[in-house]
């Protein structure tokens, strides 16, 4: 669904650009002074309350308007999209208009601002207040009283939707037709989720909805990314952690099907899975498997740039999943970073090892996710280490090295994971889930993001078990292995040349494959 907003002040020509771009991309026309009018005309309640205010050329209250157009989209149930014409014209209608649109699994993809000056505006609506005989064009003191209402309580609408990404100004004086064509020219670039190697936001979660859709429930990698990854989207979207999964093991809630959930920090190979993750499964883009499009919902940042194995190996994405969700996640929430989540967020995945190693392609990606703006969640972080002194950088990672070692007991390695394969009989055991909620009571600390025990499964699994294979490939090799249908996988060394991949397995006791 394709949903666009038009904006700009009264006789700046919306309402005639809205009804051209609507029947050339196919959208559903909604203008709330065509709304009001309807409603002012049938004698509506709501309809007595929007004329007061619009007989005096003031904004009608957002309640009344958020009602009047809630009623009005819901006519609509089969609509391919809408272009919003007057609407919102405030913050609060935004945060309305929000609600409305996640509430129906879509978002909005572009915001076009039409701008012309104050004595145009005046001149253009006493003349249509001539041909319309409407008695709000006809007086020009109500006019400049409703531009001077646009510019104070609609005019900060830009930059709401320019800290989104999803602002477009365009002139408003010219032909018709010369004002159409440039809308046009903008109303293109939303389908593009990458538009001059540059990631498109609004376009991303227009065509991914479901990663800003709150009260969903997640299976995670049981490492510090996969864990960062749970505590942000349990805490700003509410969504229950039911699961995890490591490319061996897979334990989830008994009950719960795992094909309803949202799998982070990895990819899914499977028609209907959604999945997040950062690593490269690509081969060869000039020799796609058939079955591709069994990653049709799988959000992956190496696949949207279109980089595989064979000539992309050293210009793979360097971060981690969690990063490539702040990001995404940013379209819809404010999410402040707090110096103690500095650390945490440079040691998934080696991004502290990979900044240093490997600059010239971090700048890559950091431009590609637009993240060296200052609005971006990520800003912080590549701030922070630009500035930062080396050495203090690494005492940081030292801080945190330490930390892993104590949450493990003293020993060196493994702090920084939740151990599935200890699991027994579908439960932890005392010791590592203790363990385990000492390691992600850390990052909910030094993240700000809250540890809810009610929203994660730490017991009550279901466990399935899967083949774990590491095989060195060719074109050949990684399209035979692609035809086994592995459920996940991932190209990890030698060059791009080797590949780790799960299979499903037969199951002694239930003599069938995970279903």
């Known amino acids: 669904m394709l949903n666009i907003i038009i904006f700009g002040p009264p006789g700046s020509g919306k309402g005639t650009q809205a009804l051209k771009l609507a029947e050339k991309f196919n959208l559903v026309h909604l203008s709330t002074g065509d709304i009001f009018r309807a409603n002012i005309k049938d004698g509506t309640e709501l309809g007595k309350i929007a004329k007061s205010y619009m007989d005096k050329g003031d904004l009608v209250p957002d309640e009344i308007t958020i009602k009047m157009l809630e009623a009005e989209v819901n006519t609509h149930p089969a609509a391919s999209g809408f272009i919003y014409d007057g609407f919102p014209r405030t913050i609060a209608q935004t945060t309305a208009l929000d609600k409305l649109m996640a509430a129906k699994n879509t978002s909005i993809a572009l915001t076009l601002a039409l701008e012309v000056d104050e004595e145009e505006l005046t001149r253009r609506i006493l003349l249509r207040g001539k041909e319309s005989g409407r008695s709000d ?26 800290k989104q990404r999803k602002l477009r100004a365009v002139n408003g004086i010219g032909s018709v037709e010369e004002i159409y064509k440039i809308l046009c020219d903008e109303m293109a670039q939303p389908d593009l989720v990458v538009f ?164 010239d392609n971090c700048i890559s990606w950091l431009h590609f996710l637009n993240a060296k703006e200052p609005q971006s969640p990520l800003f912080p972080l590549y701030i922070s280490f630009a500035n930062q002194k080396l050495s203090h950088t690494m005492h940081e990672m030292e801080a945190i090295f330490v930390k892993f070692q104590e ?46 025990r009610d929203k994660w499964t730490m017991n009550n699994f279901i466990v399935t078990d899967f083949t774990k294979k590491i095989e060195k490939i060719t074109i050949k090799k990684y399209d035979t292995i692609m035809k086994k249908s592995p459920f996940s996988l991932a190209i990890t060394g030698e060059g791009g040349k080797r590949m780790e991949y799960a299979l499903e397995k037969f199951s002694r006791k239930r003599k069938r494959k995970l279903r």
């Open 137 to 162: 064009d006809k007086n020009e003191n109500i006019i400049r009283n409703r531009i001077k209402e646009y510019t104070v309580k609609t005019a900060p609408l830009k930059n709401f939707y320019l």
């Open 196 to 359: 001059n190697d540059r990631l498109n936001y609004s376009a991303l979660i227009n065509k991914f909805p479901w990663i800003v859709t709150e009260n969903q429930s997640a299976i995670i990698s049981p490492d510090v990314d996969g864990i960062l990854c749970g505590l942000l989207m349990s805490h700003y979207l509410n969504w229950k952690i039911v699961g995890f999964y490591d490319g061996k093991r897979m334990t989830i809630k008994s009950g719960v099907d795992y094909k309803k959930c949202v799998f982070l920090d990895m990819e899914i190979y499977r028609q209907g899975i959604k999945s997040c993750g950062q690593h490269l499964v690509l081969y060869n883009s000039n020799h796609l498997p058939a079955n591709w499009n069994n990653y049709s919902l799988a959000l992956n940042p190496n696949i949207l740039r279109g980089h595989d194995a064979s000539k992309f190996w050293s210009r793979k994405y360097p971060l981690g999943t969690i990063h490539f969700l702040l990001c995404a996640l940013s379209t819809y929430k404010t999410i402040p970073i707090q110096k103690s989540a500095i650390a945490p967020l440079l040691y998934v995945d080696g991004t502290f090892k990979c900044l240093l190693n490997y600059p």
């Open 407 to 452: 949450i493990n007991n003293g020993k060196k390695r493994g702090g920084d994971k939740i151990k599935l394969g200890e699991i027994k009989d579908g439960e932890f055991p005392e010791k590592v889930q203790f363990k385990a909620e000492n390691l992600v009571s850390f990052l909910a600390e030094s993240t700000g993001w809250q540890f809810n």
